[in-house]
Structure formats: C-alpha cells, structure tokens
Nanobody, 127 residues
Framework: QVQLVESGGGLVQAGGSLRLSCAAS????????MGWFRQAPGKEREFVAA????????PYADSVKGRFTISRDNAKNTVDLQMNSLKPEDTAVYYC????????????????????WGQGTQVTVSS
C-alpha cells in the first residue's frame, strides 16, 4: 500500500507561481513512477507530468511545457510540481498518483496506469 498526500494548492493571480508537493509513504519502489494529474469542473482528469524515482524521462502535457517542472526528492519521498506563469485555465484539482509497475519502466500519461492516488489539492488561478 502507498499513501499519497498533496499540499501547496491555493489561489493565485494569473502569471503567478505555486509549488505543489506530494508526500509518499508506505511501500514505494525505486522503479515506480509518480505522476501529477488535474481535473477541472466538468472535465475529465488529465495528465500533467510524471517522473520516475530512479530519474530519466519526465514527460509533460503540451499545455504545461515550459511552465511546469516536476522534481523528486528520494530522501524525503516527495515529488514536487513547480508551476510558473499560471493561467486561469490551469484552475483544477491537482492529484498526485503512483504507478508501482510501469510498463517497460516508462512513465505513462494514462490515468488507468496509476495504482494509488492522493486526495487532491485545489489550484485556482484568477484572471
């Protein structure tokens, strides 16, 4: 079992920044993948970014490339999402997720690939 707890959400003006953090506890594996997803009201949950605990590929959604950065701290078992140049369309509940058995060890953009999810943290960007 893996427990994930997100923090760092809030209200920010357009152009501002926020840093989300996901604390993982329980049985995590070095080859597992951690992902950030988001869900806006009335929309499906969508991929934002992902990273492996062991490093390597860090895919991003096209909508956040160049603005968001995902990083990990293996010693603290945390995965952060630095969000810069925020836009009103970034408003959503942001979720952290863990994929314990990534196919070919690669990060997936698909929600069904992830086994564990946090409770989510609200990010609101005002115009």
């Amino acid at each position: 079992q893996v427990q994930l707890v997100e923090s760092g959400g809030g209200l920010v003006q357009a152009g501002g920044s926020l840093r989300l953090s996901c604390a993982a506890s329980g049985r995590t594996f070095s080859n597992s993948v951690m992902g950030w997803f988001r869900q806006a009201p009335g929309k499906e949950r969508e991929f934002v970014a992902a990273i492996r605990w062991s490093g390597g590929l860090t895919p991003y959604a096209d909508s956040v490339k160049g603005r968001f950065t995902i990083s990990r701290d293996n010693a603290k078992n945390t995965v952060d999402l630095q969000m810069n140049s925020l836009k009103p369309e970034d408003t959503a509940v942001y979720y952290c997720a863990a994929d314990q058995t990534p196919a070919w060890g690669l990060p997936s953009k698909r929600t069904f690939a992830y086994d564990y999810w946090g409770q989510g943290t609200q990010v609101t960007v005002s115009s």
